[in-house]
């Protein structure tokens, strides 16, 4: 089991950035594939982005390609997202995953994958 608390959420204008950090704890960090998610309201929870245990694959939706950078320190046992140029359609609570025990070595984007979840945070950009 990974214990994860992310923090970093906010409002911010459109066109600004925000970076949104996870604190892993449990199991050996550098063993977990680690993703972020997000759930707008009405809407159902997306994939945003993962990275792979070393931190050489790094996977992105569509949609924040190119605007959102994920990232991970393993002697910190954290995993940042670094999200810029904001925009409205970016509202939404943002999750921290992990995938403990990985099947393969590429982040999966499926939420199912993911057993260990945080308490979210919010993210709120005015347009």
């Known amino acids: 089991q990974v214990q994860l608390v992310e923090s970093g959420g906010g409002l911010v204008q459109a066109g600004g950035s925000l970076r949104l950090s996870c604190a892993a704890s449990?199991?050996?960090?550098?063993?977990?594939?680690m993703g972020w998610f997000r759930q707008a309201p009405g809407k159902e929870r997306e994939f945003v982005a993962g990275?792979?245990?070393?931190?050489?694959?790094?996977v992105y939706s569509d949609a924040v390609k190119g605007r959102f950078t994920i990232s991970r320190d393993n002697a910190k046992s954290t995993v940042d997202l670094q999200m810029n140029s904001l925009k409205a359609e970016d509202t939404a609570v943002y999750y921290c995953?992990?995938?403990?025990?990985?099947?393969?070595?590429?982040?999966?984007?499926?939420?199912?994958?993911?057993?260990?979840w945080g308490q979210g945070t919010q993210v709120t950009v005015s347009s």
């Open positions: 995953a992990a995938d403990p025990y990985p099947r393969r070595f590429i982040p999966a984007t499926s939420q199912g994958e993911y057993t260990n």
């Open positions: 449990g199991r050996t960090f550098g063993a977990v594939i």
């Open positions: 990275i792979s245990r070393g931190g050489a694959n790094r």
